[in-house]
Nanobody
Framework: VQLVESGGGLVQPGGSLRLSCAAS????????MNWYRQAPGKERELVAS????????DYADSVKGRFTISRDNAKNTVYLQMNNLKPEDTARYYC??????????????WGQGTQVTVSS
């Protein structure tokens, strides 16, 4: 099983990034997919979630209206489009696959994460 995130980097405030998470080794379409983030000294936060066929999504209040989660089950990939980025969005972003909906301290599968830094 693998979840491999990509697309992180350094961006100025107000900029955009698109994160991708490529999944393999499990039946991707049977899992809810989530993006979490963790900043140094802070607890891990569930940022965005998407249902198995992408019909429904959910977001943390801190990112609503700026981030969009989507998935392509044909490509076994989940995305996180991040617009109008703020310095407080700086964190390591992880994708996670789960058979249950909602925040979890132990999703079924985790990726290694990709770093997002928002700074001028």
């Amino acid at each position: 099983v693998q979840l491999v995130e990509s697309g992180g980097g350094l961006v100025q405030p107000g900029g955009s990034l698109r994160l991708s998470c490529a999944a393999s080794g499990f039946t991707f379409s049977r899992y809810y997919m989530n993006w979490y983030r963790q900043a140094p000294g802070k607890e891990r936060e569930l940022v965005a979630s998407i249902t198995r066929v992408g019909r429904n999504t959910d977001y943390a209040d801190s990112v609503k209206g700026r981030f969009t989660i989507s998935r392509d089950n044909a490509k076994n990939t989940v995305y996180l489009q991040m617009n109008n980025l703020k310095p407080e969005d700086t964190a390591r972003y992880y994708c996670a696959a789960d058979r249950s909906w909602g925040p979890s301290s132990s999703p079924d599968y985790w990726g290694q994460g990709t770093q997002v830094t928002v700074s001028s």
